[in-house]
């Protein structure tokens, strides 16, 4: 496994792929690897005759400076967990690599379709600017056949699908976006490079999150959208160490608010102590 450090060194790499007619898996990341990415990973090399992973703490995608600051940056181990895994190349660039001052300090023009007016979006405005800015970038740089996210980050997901329909750029190289399912431990919390910053009683705390989440689909039959809705952000407020900052359920294509549970998704945040979760449960 090569790690690559700079845009010239990846693209060196990736015409020999093309020139060979390799097909390339892509898995963008921010590093601090767990079971989740390596879900992911796993599928990519089972798929593809050269996969790279990008390890990447995008500072653009950060609307808060402490975030970026303590989000974990662990190379080392994440590049010993990838060469176990077998992937070809890591690109693991620095933020001056990949962007000019400028570009750092000007948002990124994208037709959202609305896509970031709700949940996310609303809570960290610029969050979803930065990441269709980067991983635009990643594509045009790396152009795979197909590419590798997670269903945990489920409004991200939606935006990229509508990123590699809409943008022109990127029409033409026809990638496909592999939606992988969210891992969880065996307890049902979500797997999330955040929850190490859990202590082992806020994991236990955390674990009720999924629990409720699981428990609220036994209502659907009975209760209206907006009752289980209501249903679900009580339960967990009620768990001390627990606090919604929003659930909703939403239609799975367009996330907008539906009137019944076929094609819909739920969706929460929920401050653990100072760490902020996310999770998702379809109906
Ligand atoms: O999901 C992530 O880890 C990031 O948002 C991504 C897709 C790697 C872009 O930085």
Known sequence: ?????????????????????????????????????????????????VVFVSVFV?????????????????????ADLLASLGVDYVFAPSAEEMYTQEE???????????????????MRPG?????????????????????????????????????????????????????????????GLALSSRNERLSEKEKQIAVNISHILFESRQLTQSQSVKEVENWVIEQVNRVEGLTVEYYEIVDQSTLLPVTDFSHAIGCITVYCGPVRLIDNIKY
């Open 1 to 49: 496994m090569q790690i690559l450090k700079t845009k010239a060194a990846l693209l060196k790499q990736v015409a020999a792929c093309k020139q060979k007619e390799k097909t390339i898996g892509l898995v963008p990341t921010m590093g601090a690897l767990h079971e989740g990415h390596a879900s992911l990973v796993r599928r990519a090399v089972d798929e593809n005759n």
């Open 58 to 78: 995008n500072p653009t995608q950060f609307n808060n400076k402490e975030d970026l600051a303590k989000y974990p940056r662990t190379l080392d181990r994440d």
């Open 104 to 122: 750092m300090n000007t948002t990124f023009e994208f037709d959202f379709g609305g896509l970031d007016q709700v949940m996310e979006g609303k």
């Open 127 to 187: 969050h979803f600017n930065g990441v269709v800015q980067i991983v635009s970038r990643l594509f045009l740089l790396i152009q795979p056949q197909k590419a590798y996210f997670g269903e945990k980050d489920y409004q991200q997901l939606a935006i990229i699908h509508r990123m590699v329909k809409i943008m022109p750029e990127l029409q033409s190289l026809d990638i496909k976006i592999i939606d992988c399912p969210i891992v969880r431990e065996a307890s």
